[in-house]
């Protein structure tokens, strides 16, 4: 599995936007773990190897029949240091689900959004997306409750962890990775 992660945003990309955000921030969290820009334990989205494999195959068919397994162990190894944040991060983000977003895609970009959300990049960088604006779209189009909940525009990594926060009964939860940002004071200036 690891060899063709690189290569997987080269591949010509669905119709549907939303499937191609999809595919590309998969894309960039995937080979943003194997590279060290996000953590291992991002590689596996929380899944089974199975679920994972499967996820990849039904969302990148053309590489389908290329993928190779992690060795157990290995993968047991990622998916063991999860930490629980990244599960509560998920499902808050699948209860914030548009009613129009399939769930099984709503599930896929929340699993993806939470990944990224470990980085110690923005977002939408994390996602290997282009810009704010794109993060906007699909959390507008996908998550509409928890988009309309930002009213204050803050920086997404910070008003999710700020959301899980408030869920958790904690004050001042905050994005892991956001302390290495040179945006840092600028969010959490306090």
């Known amino acids: 599995m690891q060899r063709h992660i690189h290569s997987l945003s080269n591949y ?9 955000l999809l595919r590309r921030s998969l894309a960039a969290v995937l080979r943003g773990a194997q590279d060290g820009n996000l953590p291992l334990f991002t590689w596996t989205l929380g899944l089974s190897q ?4 499967g996820m990849l195959a039904e969302i990148f068919p053309e590489l389908a029949s290329g993928l190779e397994p992690l060795p157990d162990t290995q993968y047991a190894h990622f998916l ?6 990244f599960t509560d991060l998920v499902n808050m983000l699948c209860t914030q689900r548009s009613v129009s977003t399939d769930s099984k895609l709503g599930e896929w970009l929340a699993r ?5 959300s470990f980085g110690n990049r923005h977002l939408w960088q994390d ?10 779209e699909l959390l507008a189009t996908c998550f509409l409750p928890l988009y ?4 204050a525009n803050l920086k997404w990594k910070r008003f999710l962890f700020s959301e899980l926060g408030k869920s958790k009964g904690l004050v001042a939860l ?3 990775g ?3 940002c040179d945006h840092f004071l600028i969010c959490f200036p306090n």
Not at 80 to 85: E, F, I, K, M
Not at 127 to 136: A, I, N
Not at 148 to 151: D, E, F, L, M, T
């Open 12 to 20: 010509p990309v669905p119709e549907d936007r939303i499937a191609q």
């Open 50 to 53: 199975e679920q994972l494999l």
């Open 80 to 85: 063991l240091t999860t930490p629980v944040d």
């Open 112 to 116: 993806v959004i939470a990944a990224a």
């Open 127 to 136: 996602m290997g997306l282009s810009g704010r604006e794109e993060v906007d």
């Open 148 to 151: 309309q909940g930002n009213a």
């Open 174 to 176: 905050r994005p892991p």
């Open 178 to 180: 956001c302390q290495h």
